[in-house]
Structure formats: C-alpha cells, structure tokens
Nanobody
Framework: QVQPVESGGGLVQAGGSLRLSCAAS????????MGWYRQAPGKQRELVAQ???????NYADSVKGRFTISRDNAKNTVYLQMDSLKPEDTAVYYC??????????WGQGTQVTVSS
C-alpha cells in the first residue's frame, strides 16, 4: 500500500497562487506516475497534471501555462504550483500515485477555493 498525503490547499483571491504538496509513504518502491486530479461540485473528477519518474509532464488544457507540476523522487513528493488562479479552479484536489508494479493510490483531497 501507498499512502499519499496532500497539503497546501486553502482560500485565495483570483489571480493569486497556491502550492500543493503530496508526500507518499508506505510501499513506495516502483512509484512511477504521480499526479493531481480535481473534482468540483457536481462535476466528474478530472486530470489536472501528471509527471512520470523521468520528469515528463502533461497538463489539462485548462491549466497549461498557469500550473506547474514537479516532483522530488528522493522524497517521494509531488508538487503543484498554481499561479493566476481563477474561480473555476475551485475544487477538491486529489493526489494520485501509480506504481509500475500495479496499483493506484489516492490521497484524501485538499480543498482549493478561489474567490472572485
């Protein structure tokens, strides 16, 4: 089992910035992809960004140019730097960890609220 734990959510005004962190513990060997998803009220969970162990990252079109994902493999931690936040970014953000040997693990989620 892998236990991802998020931190860094909160309330921010439109145009502001937040940085989310997610530290994975437990059976952390063979962690490959780490990423962030979000779910707004009444909507389906969607991919925000993900990054593989080698550093290649991909982003949802809605956040390209505003969000940056990075990871520290030594700390088994993934970060999401969110700049130029918009009210439509308001959601619960979930960390997701995938192991190359199989298994997908979710964090408990952290609330991000962007006020207009």
């Amino acid at each position: 089992q892998v236990q991802p734990v998020e931190s860094g959510g909160g309330l921010v005004q439109a145009g502001g910035s937040l940085r989310l962190s997610c530290a994975a513990s437990g059976s952390i060997f063979s962690i490959n992809t780490m990423g962030w998803y979000r779910q707004a009220p009444g909507k389906q969970r969607e991919l925000v960004a993900q990054i593989i162990r080698g550093g290649y990252a991909n982003y949802a079109d809605s956040v390209k140019g505003r969000f940056t994902i990075s990871r520290d493999n030594a700390k088994n931690t993934v970060y999401l730097q969110m700049d130029s936040l918009k009210p439509e970014d308001t959601a619960v953000y979930y960390c997701c960890v995938l192991r190359s040997v199989g298994g997908t693990y979710w964090g408990q989620g952290t609330q991000v609220t962007v006020s207009s």
